[in-house]
């Protein structure tokens, strides 16, 4: 996978900034300009109703139409090429499965983490977009338990695709990548095929994230210049919910694993893994940091090659469960700001849908956001919530990467410590010097 971002891509393109930046000023630029027409323009003068309901309006909209356009086909493509790899190898055995089980547990406990402590924050509480969006909130329908398990299985693959029913999707491309990968080489044209139109769709999100700023200036000036500056707080408040519960699942989540399954003291684990954390930080990229990750696991930490080989490059593609935090907060954020209330069978649609998200998501800047409109679309949530938190999410990306490569990590302590392939006396001791970033591995 191109670990290049949409941030880093095609230099030059936006002048001496990247694109974080303009999209940050964008942010900015729609703040200012929002509450400026809000205190200086009466809301039913001409002026307003042409230059903020309906310019930004239209604009703003159009922006996130983009954003859904990629949504079905990019995780379809996604999701059948890392099954389609994981169906041929011949790790799918014992270490495998077992890795796969802990990554999904892992999303899982992060998804429910955030959705709890998203009650707590109550992030949207205070903001009525509702009020001020001319569309209309679809309560999500009720649905029995048996009936939102039932909903997972596709009766009809086209209609869940034109439908956005993505548990449905994501099933479908699941199988399909697993038959696939099982078929190996008899079905290598149609493999070449789901592979080149991944990368398709990777340059796609490039091409709709170059309008980001100014979706991002429209929808935010369309916003604060309806409701005025009170929509700043619930944006605070859902940023450091969110940076809380990354916090937590490291600390907690984490620490409860390595102690109780990988038998390792969680305050070295976390010493050794800083510099790790921190270059996922600063990239915002789950690929990008492979190559340090497994170094780091490898000498410093004691796991065996044989298994970081594997475990690393697998959960950087189906592992994100700070990318999984991050779209539990959004959701408890935008049914709060837009009036939506979820039911228990919603939340159970959440925590399914984010886990599998999670999966589909690729181990780069920026592509959570993207998921997390699937995550939406599965409870009918408006989108709109999604721009709003658009123009703070850099900081959260970052954020939540380290988290990412974090847990991908821990879960290969863990299945390397049950099957034997973890070295104690290299965890146990000081560090080892690194090796020279040039003779590591490139991830692919
Ligand atoms: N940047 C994240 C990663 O590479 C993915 C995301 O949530 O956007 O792990």
Known sequence: MDASAPDSARPGRFS???????????????????????????AESGLFQVGVNGICFVLGRGFVRLMQMLVV?????????????????????????AAIVLYL???????????????????????????????????????????????IIPANVVNAMSTGAMLQIIVAAMILGYVIGSLGDEVRTVRQFFTEFNTIMMRMVL????????????????????????????????????????????ALVYSLLLVLIARLNPQRFFRKMLPVLGFAFST????????????????????????????IPLGATINMDGTAI???????????????????????????????????????????????????ASIHLPMEGIAMIMGIDRLIDMTRTA?????????TCCVAQRNGLLDRAVFDAEDAPAAPLATLPVPQ
């Open 16 to 42: 001496k900034f990247g694109l974080t930046t303009w999209i940050f000023i964008g942010l900015l630029a729609g703040i200012l300009f929002g509450v400026l027409c809000n205190l200086m323009l009466d």
């Open 73 to 97: 086909p990019l995780v379809f493509a996604s999701i059948v090429c890392g099954a389609a790899a994981l169906g041929s190898g011949t790790m799918l055995g014992r270490i495998g499965g």
């Open 105 to 151: 547990f892992s999303t899982l406990l992060a998804v429910c983490l955030a959705l709890l402590l998203g009650q707590l924050v109550a992030p949207g509480v205070g903001l009525d977009l509702g009020a001020i969006t001319q569309l209309e909130v679809k309560p999500a329908a009720s649905s029995t338990l048996a009936e939102t398990f039932l909903n």
């Open 207 to 250: 091409f709709v994230f170059a309008f980001a700023p100014l979706g991002v200036f429209c929808l935010t000036a369309h916003t604060f210049a309806n409701t005025g500056l009170a929509a700043l707080v619930p944006l605070a408040k859902y940023a450091s919910g969110t940076l809380l519960a990354l916090a937590l699942q490291l």
């Open 284 to 311: 915002s990229s789950s690929n990008a940091t492979i190559p340090l990750t497994m170094e780091t696991l490898e000498r410093k930490i004691g796991a065996s090659p044989r298994i970081t080989s594997f475990t």
């Open 326 to 376: 991050m779209q539990g907060m959004a959701v408890v954020f935008t049914a709060q700001a837009f009036g939506v209330n979820l039911e228990f069978s919603d939340y159970l649609t959440v925590i399914l849908t984010a886990t599998m998200a999670s999966i589909g998501t690729a181990g780069v800047p920026g592509v959570g956001l993207i998921t997390l409109s699937m995550v939406f």
């Open 403 to 411: 988290v990412n490569v974090t847990g991908d990590a821990v879960v």
